[in-house]
């Protein structure tokens, strides 16, 4: 059939850009409307783009406000959805790891009964018999794992991507860990996590890692991941730390209780019990056990108002801690239900880990404190380390050297982030600068 339209455009003297010009001449005559709408499209297309060029040299300028720049640029942002989708589609220049989880079937349907039982409760209820064997293949090798739902809201059950907490058996280990979560990275606010755990790393104050990952599920694709190590010696370990207990404040009656009325009675701190994470004390060694009676000592000493706060914390790591989390905006990990507690057995006292810092989120810096903050900045040695902190970080931003890292980390995690959620806007660390300037002048009591 080709071959024959070709013999009537010769026969008729017909080249290729005649007939292009009689379609579109035919088109035009059929459907005028059409091809009106189209030019006129294209040229308002054109004409909003040299537009949107005008208006991003108008705010390089300073001509705008700040108000105003951020109305503009988020207005604008949808240009680039086309491009960052249209790159999406090519292979990435950042090469992450990938992981093969394979699960039988019973075992797929008794997860898959306790992901439809949460989404009627609205919350994820953790059993002791909520465990599955399964094995991970990665890099040619295969581990024996156990693994269940993990998180507390049904956000770690959108579409394909659930979470799952993970432990590796055997004794063995996948990346130096023996127990991690692997999750949808918007619980983690995607490149946020990153960003946070990198500034208190800086610090000397432990975090876990925390990367991205491709999973395929029974041969099923369900994309990036974040993979993010739990409480275990081996975070410890890897941060040159003694093994010694992580303890944290008992949640489980507030998510019990959640969405009943008084719910709000589980949410203060000094009414809960504390527990240990990460260990078994039962396989522990005398002098574990003894650390452990120390540290909960201490921290039910705090909360009693029994012992000051640089007493029980490490005031030097803690008020570093507290500075980061107001420069990021990550005071949500020093919530009741996800605040976490070293007892370091060198210096006898007790060090945060951080952790859940959700970035993206920023709380105003007027924003009241949570009550475990304000409790700790009264504390006159954290205090002054608090202050100290911020004036460094406010300097650090000015001169460009926290800038510089952030960028690198933002960009490599965009790079891999974009090729899923393409339309992805990264933190915008302009902001986190004027906030480290503001919330140094508010601690300072400056103001221009």
Known sequence: MLFKKKRIHQQSGLNSNSVIFFALKN?????????????????????FFVSAIYIKGWISAGHFSEIHKEAVQKKLSFIFEPYRWTMSQFPSTEAIPRLHIDI?????????????AARKLLKIVQGSNDWVPAKIRYNGETKKVKLRLKGDGVDHMVGDKWSFRVHVKKGEALFGMRRFSIQNPRTREYEGELLFNH????????????????????????????????????????????????????????FQARYAPFDDIFTNYKALSIRIIGSNPLKKSEAFLSYLKIGIGLLRGFVRGEIPASEVFDPVLVGRYLAVAKVWGAEHSLEFDDARFYYNPLTSKLEIIGHDGKVRFID???????????????????????SETLERIHREFKEGATLKWAQEIQEKS????????????????NKISERASLAYKLDQGLFD
Do not use: C
């Open 27 to 47: 088109l035009i005559q059929k459907k005028p409307f059409l091809m009106t709408g189209v030019v006129f499209g294209f040229a308002g297309l054109a004409a």
């Open 104 to 116: 039988k079937f019973l075992n797929v349907q008794k997860i898959t009964h306790q992901q439809e």
């Open 199 to 254: 500034a208190l790393k800086r610090e000397g104050i432990l975090v876990p890692r925390y990367f991205f990952v491709n999973v395929t599920i029974n041969g099923k694709d369900i994309g990036v991941m974040a993979l993010e190590e739990h409480t275990s010696k081996e975070l410890l370990e890897s941060q040159n730390r003694r093994e010694a207990p992580i303890i944290r404040f008992d949640d489980k009656l507030f």
């Open 364 to 386: 105003p810096l007027l924003y009241t404190e949570k009550p475990i903050i304000r409790r700790l900045l009264i504390d006159p040695k954290i205090k002054s380390v608090y």
């Open 414 to 429: 965009l790079r891999i982030l974009r090729r899923e959620f393409y339309s992805l806007e990264g933190i915008d660390l």
